[in-house]
């Protein structure tokens, strides 16, 4: 059952203007009881009662009001980011010689057949093969690339810049050789397991090219000098053998 106001209570309410009170709020109502049709009312935490007679005959009213500001953005219940994370690897070759980028081969002295009691075909030819090792521990490129072979003077080999004059059915000024560079490797823009690779310049080149992925590992070369066909004339023989890895 609703408890109505009496008259002492809405004579007390009325002598409360200027009391202070927590909330904030408007209110209007029509009151029921000794005063029907009159309208009763309360604004403000520091507001204050009131009242009129309405013409109007009715029950006891109500309302409230309020506001509040929306979202600022979209809500989303799920948000994800990416990230591209980058670099770069310069490109490098390694063929490791030691302190120096620069070698000597030195076959000293190569031997000829010098025998007084031996047939014409045979004096003054070289003795043997000239044979040098080269073994680098390390060698390789991180991207396609070219290693190659070149003999400076091409497929004469090494020669002799002071030969003088000869008899060029029975003599040469030159010793041919080859070069065959051993290492492990795979095919150029194959991605694959790489596999032993011998880079051979034959004694009748004077360069050779070969084309490989990305490689690394020992490698060894070695440089023959086969005994050539005709006698050798005397003096200094010598060329210069380059080997260039080159990546692309």
């Known amino acids: 059952m609703k408890k109505l106001l009496s008259t002492a209570a809405v004579a007390a309410l009325l002598s409360t203007a200027g009391v202070a009170h927590a909330d ?37 009213g109500y309302d409230q009001s309020g506001s509040n500001a929306g979202n600022a953005d979209t809500a989303n219940s ?44 045979s004096a003054f030819n070289m003795m043997s093969a000239a044979v040098a090792t080269v073994n680098s521990t390390t060698a390789g490129c991180n991207f396609n690339n070219d290693v190659s072979i070149t003999k400076s003077n091409g497929a ?8 003088g004059g000869y008899d060029t059915n029975n003599f040469q000024a030159n010793i041919p050789y080859s070069v065959a560079a051993t ?22 080149d004077g360069s050779k090219v070969g084309h490989y992925g990305a490689w690394r590992s020992n490698m060894t070369m070695v440089v023959n000098a086969p005994v050539p066909p005709k006698a050798l004339v005397a003096g200094n023989y010598s060329d210069t053998l380059t080997v260039e890895l080159k990546a692309l």
């Open 183 to 204: 290492f492990t490797a795979g095919a150029q823009g194959a991605v694959a397991a790489a596999n032993s690779q011998t880079l051979t310049a034959g004694t009748g």
């Open 78 to 121: 799920d948000v994800t980011n990416t990230w591209t994370i980058s670099g770069n690897v310069t490109k490098d070759c390694s063929y490791y010689g030691g302190s120096s980028t620069s070698h000597t081969l030195d076959f000293g002295t190569i031997g000829v057949n010098t025998q007084a009691a031996t047939s014409v075909g």
């Open 24 to 60: 904030n709020i408007n209110w209007s109502g029509q009151t029921p009881g000794i005063f029907p049709g009159s309208t009763i009312s309360y604004s403000g935490a520091l507001g204050h009662f009131g009242y009129n007679i309405a013409t109007a005959i009715g029950g006891v």
């Open 156 to 163: 004469d080999g090494m020669k002799n810049a002071a030969a």
